[in-house]
Every structure is written in C-alpha cells, then in structure tokens.
C-alpha cells in the first residue's frame, strides 16, 4: 500500500463505472479514458481504478494503479455474485500496484467471493501488490445498505479476510464512520465516493468527515470527473486528505 | 486485430449461426461450409467466423479466420449461458488470428462468462490472437436489447474486460450508434449483421451508418449467403467499409 | 474414423442400454457382455459401443471399440445430463478407436456439454481416437424429438461442435434425413437404433432409408440383441448398409 | 478384490453408520471403533469399512480395510449427494485394500457421482486398489428403492461404471436377486446388512438367498454389532457365506 | 494438537466473531484485535483463534495459532455453506499450529464441506499442522441445533472425517455431553463458548460439566472479553480445565 500513499493518506480516482452502471454515468469528455488517465496525473491521485480492459489499452504508469479484477453490470438482478476477470498476474505484467475486488457479504453468493478473494490475496501479496476489498453488503437480508452497523461490518469483513484496504459506503456521519474505521483495525478505509452530491460543500464536509474519522481516504469518481472543474476538486480533496485542511481552508484555497 | 484489417477496417463474414440457430438458416447452397469458404476467399472477406468443428474440417487458411470458442443452441430457455467448447490453443493449432465469445451481461450467469472471457482473452493475447467480444445483453431485466442505451452498455462492457473489437447489434441511427462506439473506446466495434434484411438498399444504408458512426466494420453472415448475389453483396460491403463511399455509389458500382 | 468404418459405411452394434434404461431391455441370454462381445464379432459389426466398466471386463480386442465416456440413468428427472465417467487415456489404454459422448442440445445443462465435449474432442484427437457426439435434443423446449427440424439441427450441432461423427434419431423419412445429412457436412452420420420395431421389414426399410439419404451407417442394440436371429439381423444389416443391397436382396439373401 | 476375499466371496464389516445415521446406532459398546477394530480381526471378517477420520485413528492392519471416500449425513433433506472426502492417495497410504463409494442414482446429482466415481476407480485401480460402488437408487422418481427392478438397475450401473463390486440392498427374494447379481456380470455382488432384523434366523436365511443367488458375500454393520453375541454372528455368516452351509447347520453349528 | 495442549486439555481463545457475528460483538477495547493478542498471551490460553487477515496483522506467535480457513457472515440467509478463504499452506507460514473450518451438517451444501474439509485435513497434516472441525447442525432439517441427538451427531461427524478435535455446542447436561465425548473417540471434544451467560458462575458450571464429561476443554470468546475482567476468567477457565478445580475452589482462588 505504502508505495501509493502520501503519509498513509490518499485519494485515488475510480474509473469502473463503465461495467459496474453502463456509460449513463459518461458525457463526451469523461467517456474517454484517456480523458481519466491524464486527470489522473495531473490531479496528482494516489491511485487510479481500471479494470483490465482499460488499463491495458489506456494506463501509462504515471500514476499508481489498482486494477480491478472483478465487477458485474447494472443489468442482472438476484443475488449479487462478481467473479475474477482478470488474473493476478496479468494484473503485474500491468503494472498495478494492488487488485481491487468486490464482496458482497450478504449475498447468497458470499461464500464463493470470500473464496476467491481469498486466493486472490495470497497470490497478490507473492507478487508484492496489495490486495484491496470494496465490501458492499447486499442482497436479501440487506435492507439499509449504510446503516452505521452494516458498515461496521463491511469494515471488518475486510479486515478478516486479509485486505490490506476496505473500500467502503459513509455511514452517515463522523461517529459511526470512527466505529467503522476502528473496526478495519490495521486495514485502511477508505470512503467510497458514491453517486454525485447536490453541492460541491457537502461532498467536502463528507471528504472532512472521512478523515476525522480516522481513514486513510477516499476512493472518488463521479464527484471528480463529472465536476464542472475536475482539477480544481482534485486539489481540494488533496487538501483535505493528505493536509488534512478544514473544509473552509479547502474551499478558500 | 491488424492481421486481417484493411486500414484498421474490415467486412467479416460470419457463419455460426449453425449452432445458435440451426439449419433453417441454411438453403441447399449455404449449408455447406464449402460454399462459404469459397466465397470468404472469393468474396476477399477480412476473416471468416466459425465454430471448431467447421474450422477443423472445412478451413483451407486463405482468409483470416475467427473462431468462434462459445455458442449456444436456440433451443434451450431460461438464463443464457454459453460456455468455451474449444480451447485457445485448438484456435491457434487451427490456425484462428482470432478467438471470438459471446457475453450475455444481464444473464444470471454473466458473472461465469466474465471470468471465463477473461482467462480466454489473456491466453490468447499470449498466442498473439486477438480476443474478440460478441456482446448480447439478455435475461429477466433486457426489455429492448437493442435500445441505445443497452447498446452503449454492450460496448463498453467489451472495451472494460479487455476485448480487442466487440461485435454488438445495431441501434437503430447513427448518433446513438456513435455514441456505442465511443464507449468502446480503442476497441474496435462490428456491427452484427443480425436477420436478413427487407431490401438490400435498407441493409447498405444501415451499414454505412455504422461506418459515419465511426465503427470498424461489420461481422455480416445472412444478409450476404441469403442474398441472391452473395459476391456482389461482398463487393458493396467492401465498397462501403473499406473504401468508404456512399451508398448511392456502391449500388451504382 | 477410417480403422473400423468399410467404404466409409459402418453397422456399430449399441450396448450402453445397461446404463440408460437399466435392465428391462435384457433377457437371460443378452443381458451378458460376454453374448454381445461374441456377436459382435461373429457379426462383423464394424464397432461395438460399451461403458468403462464392461469395456474393462469383457472386450476382446476383435472388434473396434466406441468407449461411450458419459452417461444417465432413466431414473432421473429434470433437465437432462450426462457427465464424463470414464477419463480420454482410460478409453485409449482400454484399447478404443473412438470415444462416444451424448449431448442434450435444449437441456438447461448444454452448456456444461458442450464445454466437456469440447474437451473431450481435443483429447481424443491428441491420442487418434475418434470423437463420436450422441446427440438428442431434449428438455423443456423440444416438443417432439424426431421432428425433421429438431434432428437437422441435432446433425449441425455435432458438425459445429467437431465430432468426427453424429448419432442422431431417424426424422421418419428419407428426404428429411438427408437434409440432416447435408447439415452434418464432413461429419459422418449414424441413425440410432432406437427401441424394437414391430417387424424387422419395417426396421430394415428405415435403414435403407439412412444409407438412401447418404448416411454413414446405424448404430444399433435392441434391433440385433433382441432379435431371434441376432447374426442373421447382422448379416442383413451389413449387405444393406455396406454393400447397399435393397431390401428386397437383403431379406432374400 | 482377490485379496481379501476367499474363494470369491466375502463377508465385510461395515461401520461408517455413525456419518450415515449418526450415534442413534450405537451403543457404550459399539460407539468405539476399537471395539469393532477388535471384532473384525477375531470375527475373522474379509474386510472392514470405515470412514477416513476412524480409519486413521483406529485401523490395525489385521484385517484388510475398504476405505469409505464418500458418505452424508441422515440431517440433509433434498435430493441426495455425497462427495470425495478421501483422496484415493491418502486411501492408499491409509492401508486400504479397497476404496468404497456411494452412487444414488435418480437423484438430480446422479451425474456428479457418476463422474466423481470415474476418477476415484481410475485412481484406485492405478493404486492397486479395488474400487467398490455402493448403488442405492434414491430421488423423487424413485417410489421402492427395493423393488427387484431398482436393484437389478442398481447392481448394472456399478458393472457399467467399472466398479470391482457393488453394495446393493436385497430385492426380497431368491429369484430377484440371481437376477441382479446376473444384471452385474463379472462385478461382484454384496447385499447390504441394513438395519437389523427381527430375529436372527430371518437375517441368516436372507443370507443364504444372497449365497444361492450367486452373489459374493454381504457387508453387514448392525445385524453384526448390535447382536447380543457378535462373534457368534461372525461366525454364522462366514459359515453361510464362504463354507455356503445351510441355514440349519449354521444355527446348529 | 499436544503441541498447544496441557495434560490433553487447553482452553482457546476463539476471536473470528468479526466474520460470524459482526461487530456488534464488539465494546471500544475487544474490538481491536491487538488487546485479544495480548490476553491471549498475558491469560496464558492454550491457543488462539483467528481469520487470516487478524491473523496477519496481529499474530505475535507467543501462543499457538489456529487460523480458521472459512467463515460466513450473519448477513445471509438459505441453507448455510461457508468456503475455504485462506489456503493451508498461507496458513502454516503464518506460523499457525492447526487449522480450523466450519462445517453444517444437514446443510443442503453438507457435501461441499465434506468434501473441503477432507482436503484441507490432508494438506494440513502434511504440513504437521493439526484439523479442526467446527460442527454445527443446521438447515431446514434441524430443530433443535444443541438437543443431545444432534450434538453428540456433530462429535460424530468430526471424527469421521477425520477431525483431530471438533469444537460443538454444549448439549445442556454433563450426561449427554459425556455421550457426545464418547461419539468422538479419539477426536478431543472442545465446547463452542457461545453467547455471554447471565452469570459467570453459570458459564464455569457449564465448563467444569464439559471437564467432567470427558472434553478436552473449550474455546471461549466473549464469555471472556465481553467479561468485566478478562484475566480472572482466564485464570478460572484454566484452573477448572488444566487443574481440574471444582467450581467452588475455582471461585475462591
């Protein structure tokens, strides 16, 4: 992890939205990846998400990558179940410096997620990447997805499993978040940014929150590149993550 | 992929619909695999697209082939699933440039042919193949699998898990279909030629509209061994694909 | 294929009953392998067809051997499938000339199939066995098994799939079953046998009827072990299938 | 098989009762496998049945052994399956003589055991060990898994399959199981103790039928360990079985 | 085991709550798995308990490790199955000196488990670690998960498939739990801690009834971190389990 963090601190830009929703999330600009991958760079991210078909045809290694390796469409119903598309080694040839996985505890398909990403931790960590959890509790069972207990349990999830990072919902607020952080243990959180908020503000406020909590940062996407001015939040979430700014210095800034 | 392109173009002729929908596609002339061959050579198709068993017994190396290492029948319901009935090494023993599977995202079982594409695609790309996606969303939630938005999903879909071109259905206009093709990104999009067309005129015109729409070409099985001139059907599609000119030029050619 | 066929043509004698419809096919004097292995031989059939397990037992090496490497019970209900039971290299060092593998295209299972006869195929083909696809429409999609549509497309299925050979249903007519043999292409066509008819004429008209459409020839069991005369069954069947007699020279020789 | 059987027939104890039906069969006694370790040897039995877990705590190698590699528990409703918890390798090591394993045919999982025990007999026999079927016909198609056309099915599909013996339970009568006995050709036939019977003198002339029959001997658990003198019992099946006595000079014996 | 036992018994630590139960289990100080390293060392257990990633981030191998290699979570409901996550070779380089799997009998994925954990015993003992089972009853089938039936079922289970111990429920009375010991034979019997007790009185009852039925101890979670003073209980747990004090001497001490 360390080889992409600032002071155990980072933002990293999430571009998997394509397979995971479809390109409704895209206008003409950020439908590109190439479009991503220079933001990247000159946002000055700690990392960039891809999956495999995009990072090898669009990552230029100027920024650290996590790849993906697992992900499902928008289009299927039931319980939720993604599987490895992209093998651990692939992911090295790549040039990443972690694989990303979705689990889906809750889901009646748990058991085959917890399995492989079992695997795919072990062989992750021969290969000097780290291993990082998103933990989306869903299915059935589920009824209120970012319930502070139901992210508590996300977090932890990911720690018992061997992740070196859990990439998870805000619970709401900067309580609950620290009881979520506390549980991840020695597992980095980090804050998974979530569909674009009304104001500018109070994605800060949330950003601010995640810190005071405790977490190691924020896994962003829409809020970044379907701002008006991509760069300018890129600084701002810098300036809150890494500097640990208040809100108001951020915005002033 | 640039094997068997011209200028980064190319008109396949695809030849699997004796698997997915079985002989009643096929007249006296067309059902045997001879009669195609011949005219992928004779008609100087960009590659030719076929199941194992044709490619062994039929496949005489004189035109690019694709082959085809899923499929399934017509004649089962439920959820689609087709898995791998030919392995990537077979495809390069039989000489294939190409590896071509069908996705159906939206499937319950769209997670078994994510993975299974992803293993297809890296030992191809180890065999210097390319890997080819057809992408079909299907199952319970696809009301329209034709509908834009279904249709810029199916491309992106492709360019995510890493195909090298994806073969997806047509949209209907050609903005949307633009819009489907900048979804995919550095993949290369095929139309699928899909059912013979009414007249032959409708068929041209909508091919040219995907080739204003940006795309790579067409993968054209029916509406070129139903016609009643299948050579000349092949010399328009080459008129319009490679050479780009104008439906009015090509029926006039 | 060549070793056991003569001319191209070919009269295989079926015992994998045992294991499909359990022993209500059998008499005292035919529920014997060692019965069958001597018929088979004193018959001149061009191949008998046996399960791992009497294979083992009871083949003498006389006569060429189809090892049937899957199977059912008519115990089950369900969507129907049969999986491996006997490995490639077993069926080789038992001294097989070809495996057989039954495939339900329209089972909710093809796809499980398919994958495993593609596997099967490419194994056998690397030890020079021949690969030999029962194929047998079926499920909750197949209304009538013996329709002229439904065994065309079953003869295609086996084509596209890479069986050396087919073994499909009779469709009840020569025109129709030539059009499945047309369908088939290079892969050589066998009717099966099926259950007893009422008058060996009857049966023996239906299998002029195979050779009339350009099959390869029959693979028949209960037809033969049923019979009252089981050589003279065989003598007939191969002046019909092999030596093209009519029926009329067949039931007078 | 040869070598722990005598002249060709065999009587084998079996005790893997406590994962089939759990402790409910037991009592102080018989609940300790050292107890039945220690009857087997002065039982002088041909064999003796045990699960992996007792074979490695309790097995003394005085006695050959058949390693059961499958087995489920009475708890679990559905349709049944019982998987590989043995590797034949550790079978081997163990000190087994023979692998066991239970086949159910009819049940919707019929084609997982069938492969299943293609493997294990493969392995087994490249091991110098014999591989043995227990054939119970269950699932919802199945009304009287006694009746003598189940269990001639039954005593077939262990021949078809390639086991050296089959386990089978009795068919009622004398003349119903010749018949099996005749379905298994050169398989060996063992009838299945099941629970224990009224009187002992009912269990022995079962047993004779079995003998007359021509079957190999019986596997018998509760109507040996749960008799008030087993080694009496012992001695009274070896008695029928190997010395083929009659029911009268065995109970005078 | 005896590497981590005293005189056979020992009293274990059990911290994979996390993944079970979720954090609701949890108070500011138990939730972090540093503070469970250290009673287990400072309360001088016999051996601790924990998932992989705890396991990796915390273990300090100054008391004996069992890694647990699966688990589920609360969050999900049908018929419960939970898969290997961590492999028994990553688990025997983290310094652990047993593993330890969950298994549901009567679950309708009974056989999955079965046929995990009998993999995993085999690798686990090549690598001279020792195999745990956790047995617990459960699925549509089971009434009552800690009746004396079932209980002494599940000792039963792990000694069958070759458990080295089994960690069950308590089945209520000294009487009963003796039976469940004698089910397990040679496999040492642990009792699953549970739920906190009302009274700590009542949980050392509970435990000394385990000692005198003849179990080789208990595994104890928040019996004792949920306690007010951890290190006394430990220091009870271990008088009434190595020393064999009486409750009332316990109590005193």
Redesign the interface.
């Known amino acids: 992890m360390d080889v992409f963090l600032t002071e155990n601190r980072g933002v990293l830009l999430a571009y ?1 939205q ?2 995971e929703h ?3 999330d ?1 206008n ?1 600009q950020n ?3 190439s479009f991503i991958m220079d933001l990247a760079v000159r946002g000055k991210f700690n990392g960039v998400i891809f ?4 990072a ?3 990552y230029d290694r100027k920024v650290p990558l996590i790849l993906k390796v ?4 928008s ?4 319980e939720p ?7 651990v080694e ?1 992911a090295a040839e790549i040039g990443a410096s972690a694989v990303g996985y979705t689990i889906y ?4 398909h ?3 997620m ?2 492989e ?3 795919i931790q ?1 062989q992750a960590h021969k290969l000097k990447m780290a291993a990082i959890a998103w933990v989306y ?1 869903r ?4 009824k209120n997805d970012t319930s502070p ?2 992210i ?2 996300a977090a ?8 070196d990072a859990v990439k998870i919902k805000y619970s709401g607020d900067v309580e609950s978040f620290r ?1 979520a952080v ?2 991840a ?3 980095k959180v980090f804050m998974s940014g979530g569909p674009k908020t009304r104001s500018e503000a109070d994605f800060l406020k949330q950003v601010r929150g995640v810190i005071d909590a405790g977490a190691a940062g924020v896994a962003v996407g829409r809020n970044v590149w379907q701002s008006s001015d991509p760069l300018k939040m890129a600084r701002e979430l810098r300036a809150l993550v890494i500097e640990r700014s208040s809100v108001q210095e951020t915005l002033g800034c």
Do not use: H, M
Not at 75 to 78: D, N, S
Not at 105 to 108: E, L, N, Q, V
Not at 139 to 142: L, M, N, V
């Open positions: 998997d394509g397979l479809g390109p409704t895209f003409e439908v590109d990846p999956q495999k078909g995009v090898e045809k669009y697992n992900g499902r469409t289009l299927a119903g039931g179940l993604a599987r490895q598309n992209c093998s692939r505890p809750g889901s009646a748990e058991n085959i917890f399995e990403f079992g695997r072990e509790p299915g059935e069972a589920i207990e139901v508590a349990y932890r999830v990911g720690l018992e499993l061997g992740a009881r506390r549980c243990g020695k597992a």
